[in-house]
């Protein structure tokens, strides 16, 4: 059983940086395509980026493109979300997601993704 745990959330203000951090263990974190999303109160869970599972490819939703970064540790089987210029829209519970992939993708599909995390609150606020 694949089990992952979220760190990091917190309260922030607008234009503040946080760092997310997800810890995997129980599968085989390097074959795995991992993935951040998002939910936001009254909302439907969304995409927020996708790191393919040797890291070499990443994809982010347009909404945090080029504020946010999805990185990730084999070693350490972790995976990362720096979000920086936060936003009070980024308000949400963030979870990481992990799915099994003989192909080496970062995968925007929800419901391509296996195992997930409990969740972080971010909130964004002035």
């Known amino acids: 059983q694949v089990h992952l745990k979220e760190s990091g959330g917190g309260s922030v203000q607008p234009g503040d940086s946080l760092g997310l951090s997800c810890a995997v263990s129980?599968?085989?974190?390097?074959?795995?395509?991992m993935g951040w999303f998002r939910q936001a109160p009254g909302g439907e869970r969304e995409f927020v980026a996708a790191i393919s599972r040797s890291g070499y490819s990443t994809y982010h939703a347009s909404s945090v493109r080029g504020r946010f970064r999805i990185s990730r540790d084999n070693v350490r089987d972790m995976v990362f979300l720096q979000m920086n210029s936060l936003k009070p829209e980024d308000t949400a519970v963030y979870y990481c997601?992990?799915?099994?992939?003989?192909?080496?993708?970062?995968?925007?599909?929800?419901?391509?993704?296996?195992?997930w995390g409990q969740g972080t609150q971010v909130t964004v606020s002035s």
């Open positions: 129980g599968g085989t974190f390097s074959r795995d395509g």
């Open positions: 997601a992990s799915k099994g992939d003989a192909r080496d993708i970062a995968s925007t599909e929800i419901a391509e993704y296996d195992y």
